[in-house]
């Protein structure tokens, strides 16, 4: 089963980076739009920024200018670098596929759709 698994969280300052990794372990993606939402404790789960197969970025008006998401393609890693964090930055913040995503492990492939990491936890402190 396709897993999607985040990492790069922790706790700055203000003003301080980070960057979020997201990654797949043990399969390869194809044709997948990738996102990056954020939940902030007692708020809804925002949209945060999106990149599609042929590289096209998207960002939430709240982190433009700010964070910048992209790809490596050789090591099939979706990277969300946050710069000038702001303490309203502070949330979980999730990796999540597209609707038409294809993982292979080996000659094995699947189809998939909105699948989300776990989360990693971003802290900005004022």
């Known amino acids: 089963q396709v897993q999607l698994v985040e990492s790069g969280g922790g706790s700055v300052q203000a003003g301080g980076s980070l960057r979020l990794s997201c990654t797949a372990p043990?399969?390869?993606?194809?044709?997948?739009?990738m996102d990056w939402y954020r939940q902030a404790a007692g708020k809804q789960r925002e949209w945060v920024s999106s990149?599609?197969?042929?590289?096209?970025?998207n960002y939430a008006d709240s982190v433009k200018g700010r964070f910048t998401i992209s790809k490596d393609k050789a090591k099939d890693t979706v990277y969300l670098q946050m710069n000038s964090l702001k303490p309203e930055d502070t949330a979980m913040y999730y990796c999540?596929?597209?609707?038409?995503?294809?993982?292979?492990?080996?000659?094995?492939?699947?189809?998939?759709?909105?699948?989300w990491g776990q989360g990693t936890q971003v802290t900005v402190s004022s």
């Open positions: 999540k596929t597209g609707r038409r995503c294809k993982y292979c492990s080996g000659d094995v492939c699947w189809f998939v759709a909105d699948i």
């Open positions: 043990g399969f390869t993606s194809y044709n997948c739009d």
């Open positions: 990149i599609t197969t042929d590289g096209s970025t």
